[in-house]
């Protein structure tokens, strides 16, 4: 099944070979730096001399320019902040919610029966739909960009959680029983555990979703934050700036993706598809 | 027959459930916002005639198969090219780290820059550049993660560049490149949706941003109800379109599962 979380991909063998790894490593990484300067120096080019219309596309130099000059000004601190806060929090409630209604309807087959025609129906369909609905309901406030994005980032979590309960070895199960575990304990000794890196899979999946909800909802709802910081620079014709914020808020899509393969390390360091990428 | 009617009601139950509670509970709902589910229902002809799903539904479904066509093609042509290079790949691999955290939405302003957002290329090139990174990356990790005996033993029976490519790497890669798929599609969805609310504009979101700003609540429920269908319906195709295509696949994995 594709939804199984590449953590548990088996590592590529080693090639016989290969160079040590260590040296592989930092070759790789300043091929990387490499590829960086030649996008960024190529964008350049193109604006510099006047193949991409520089109205469109400004020379990389002045939106870094544009960034720098932001990054002392007080407004920018207060959107990004308010779009993290939005983010985090939304997060934080599918995260809650998925995992908890995950667990027990992963842990009661009648409710897992009862409920799958619903949950496959319910999943696909897009959270953008419920732009309309928050609009009339909160207008450009918080909570339109909050239902949109536990709507969108719950089913992601849900559907995780479920495969990682269904994932629990039986014998596991079966042991706990005959020692007379209660289902608490089993589920924090025997379900936890199998169902942990599918719980941070999800986490993954669902982050880069709650930032695309989040921006989405500053840009086209108008919810204070660097979407719609955005959207304003864009209409006000603002190039530059309208580019340094695409990478500002592109850098945030960075740091959240880093931070779940952070989070996914530290908490998966037992996990055989941890140990063996460190050994 | 006993067990299929118990699997239908399972599946069928639950939902009559929601539905019964919405109809019932919404009966005699007053408020503008939460219309009667029967007066949403009588509204659903009269609002998407067929006219109007030629005019609005056709051509957002068209951009949408459009703009995902060009990101399939192209991510997979430019992941197998980077997954079979190492060099390539180490060479790219910042640049599209970055790409692909780059929340797709905010490429909205950025073509509008350049090509408008009236017509169709703005959101064709939107979506298509939306749902290009995470089928790349993961054409670029299936066709990494090959098991390497099997390139090995191509290799040694002299099989030649095109047909290693046709019969082992792109089958190899075709589980990755369909859940990248996936994520693409729903991706997709977004951005059909999201640039149609940017300037004048027809299409489906764009009728029931339509609707919103009018006031017009029973229709613009419908236009909700049909997205949501709309939803279900592109998932379940390429539900269809995979199982067929990862037969093998999925057969392997159920054995190897002991199912």
């Known amino acids: 099944m594709s939804s199984s979380p590449s953590t548990l991909a088996p590592p590529a063998r080693p090639r016989v070979g290969a160079r040590p790894r260590r040296l592989r490593r930092s070759h790789d990484l300043r091929l990387g730096v490499v590829g960086v300067l030649i996008v960024l120096a190529g964008a350049e080019t193109l604006s510099r001399t006047g193949i991409v219309n520089p109205d469109f596309l400004p020379p990389v130099t002045a939106m870094y320019a544009a960034l720098f000059e932001m990054l002392g000004e007080g407004w920018f601190w207060e959107a990004l902040w308010l779009t993290v806060r939005g983010w985090a929090i939304g997060l934080a409630a599918a995260m809650a919610l998925g995992v908890v ?16 025609s619903t949950i ?7 959270s953008v739909a419920l732009i309309p609905l928050v609009i009339l309901l909160f207008g450009a406030q918080p909570q339109s960009a909050f239902v949109l994005v536990l709507y969108a980032a719950f089913w992601q979590v849900l559907v995780q959680v479920l495969y990682g309960v269904a994932d629990v070895d039986p014998v596991a199960r079966d042991t706990a029983r005959s020692y007379q575990f209660g289902p608490l304990r089993v589920a924090r000794s025997v379900i936890y555990p199998t169902a942990l890196p599918y719980i941070l899979t999800a986490f993954r999946l669902g982050a880069a979703v709650a930032l695309i909800l989040e921006i989405t909802a500053e840009l086209v709802i108008g919810v204070d934050g660097l979407g719609r910081e955005l959207g304003i620079a864009q209409s006000s014709n603002a190039v530059p700036e309208t580019y340094a914020l695409v990478i500002a808020i592109g850098l945030i899509g960075v740091a959240v993706n880093l931070l779940a393969r952070f989070v996914e390390r530290k908490a998966l360091w037992w996990h055989p598809s941890v140990r063996s990428e460190n050994s | 027959m006993t067990r299929f009617l118990k699997a239908a009601g399972y599946a069928v139950g639950l939902p009559a459930i929601l ?24 509204t659903f002809p009269t609002t998407w005639t067929w006219d109007r799903i030629v005019a609005d539904v056709f051509p957002s479904l068209a951009r949408l198969g459009i703009g995902f066509g060009i990101a399939v093609v192209l991510g997979i042509v430019l992941g197998t090219a980077i997954g079979l290079s190492p060099t390539l790949r180490a060479l790219s691999e910042p640049v599209l780290e970055f790409f692909r955290a780059v929340p797709p939405p905010v490429l909205v302003p950025i073509i509008a820059l350049f090509a ?18 995470p089928i790349l990356l993961n054409t670029v990790e299936g066709v990494r993660g090959l098991e390497p005996v099997l390139g090995d033993t191509a290799r040694s029976y002299h099989l030649s560049r095109w047909r290693r490519l046709v019969f082992v790497v792109l089958p190899g890669a075709s589980p990755r490149i369909f859940t990248g798929a996936r994520q693409a599609l729903s991706i997709g969805v977004i951005l059909m949706v999201i640039s149609e609310l940017f300037g004048a504009n027809r299409g489906l979101g764009a009728a029931i941003v339509q609707f919103q700003r009018s006031f017009a609540i029973p229709q613009m429920w419908t236009g ?6 709309i939803g ?10 995979e199982n067929r295509m990862l037969a093998w696949y999925l057969g392997q994995r159920q054995i190897e599962r002991g199912e």
């Open chain 1, 120 to 126: 496959e129906f319910l999943r696909p369909i897009p």
């Open chain 2, 116 to 133: 408008g957002y009236t017509g169709w290329l703005g959101k064709i090139i939107t979506i298509a550049l939306g749902c290009l990174w």
């Open chain 2, 232 to 241: 279900v319906l592109l998932a379940a195709v390429f539900k269809v379109v």
């Open chain 1, 101 to 116: 209604v995950g667990f027990v309807i992963g842990s009661v087959p009648f409710l897992r029966k009862v409920t799958s």
């Open chain 2, 224 to 229: 909700v109800i049909l997205l949501g269908l």
């Open chain 2, 19 to 42: 539905l019964t509670a919405w109809w019932f509970g919404s009966a005699s709902s007053t408020d503008p916002f939460w219309p009667p589910l029967s007066t949403i229902i009588e």
